[in-house]
């Protein structure tokens, strides 16, 4: 137990770790799915042209970028049971993380929208599509290509931030690390773990991501 790194203790606690890593993944596919969607329907409501609607939902986008995660996440477990709101702490955490992102991505979305050519929406009123058929038809696969690379960074941010999460006792991997060395005083083993985890899969989510870029890039 004296050595530097002893990789035996490492071997030993490793199924812990794999168990809550599947809490991370599972946190992380299911709050960015729920980003992409959210995201996308702000960023549409956003460019409404009912400008009151268009205003409380860039108020809303803007609050909840300049405000910590940590906050919003505490504000979900901790305050709404008093108001008769209560959630178990995987969904507060992952409801929590997905609306902080669907925020970030919403820009996103906005900034690929706003590249499409102006022709591409003139041209669909002069064929009088309706603007679902426009969205879905014309624009979308055009904004969605160019902003796949700044989608992918926030999946990968998204996955880093999971941590977070612990502060309303989700145990997600760097959780379980930090309660593996408060029961053996041993916390090398257990961050470093972890820490290659993160490493790991970010790498992984940045490859996939990549490989659809190129899929779906236009010749």
């Known amino acids: 137990m004296n050595q530097f790194f002893d990789v035996h203790y490492a071997v030993s ?48 986008i803007e609050f909840v970028r300049s405000t910590p995660l940590l906050i919003q996440v505490y504000v979900l477990f901790y305050v709404l049971p008093l108001y008769g709101l209560t959630m178990s702490a995987l969904t507060a955490g992952t409801i929590g993380i997905a609306v902080h992102y669907a925020c970030y991505t919403s820009e996103v979305y906005r900034a690929g929208l706003n590249g499409v050519a102006r022709g591409q929406w003139e041209a669909s009123c002069a064929l009088s599509l309706s603007p679902w058929r426009t969205y879905r038809s014309i624009v979308l696969p055009q904004a969605i290509r160019a902003v796949i690379p700044a989608l992918g960074n926030y999946l990968v941010a998204m996955f880093k931030d999971t941590p977070v999460l612990s502060a309303i006792t989700v145990v997600e991997l760097m959780q379980q690390a930090k309660n593996i060395g408060s029961n053996t005083f041993r916390y090398l083993e257990p961050i470093t773990l972890a820490g290659m985890f993160f490493l790991v899969m970010s790498v992984t989510f940045a490859y996939f991501v990549r490989r659809l870029e190129v899929r779906l890039r236009l010749p």
Request: without cysteine; hydrophobic residues 70%.
């Open 13 to 60: 606690i490793l199924p812990a770790l794999l168990h809550a890593s599947l809490y991370t993944v599972l946190i992380t596919i299911v709050g960015f799915a729920i980003a992409l969607v959210l995201g996308l329907l702000l960023a549409v409501l956003r460019r409404s042209h009912v400008m009151p609607l268009a205003k409380v939902v860039a108020f809303f």
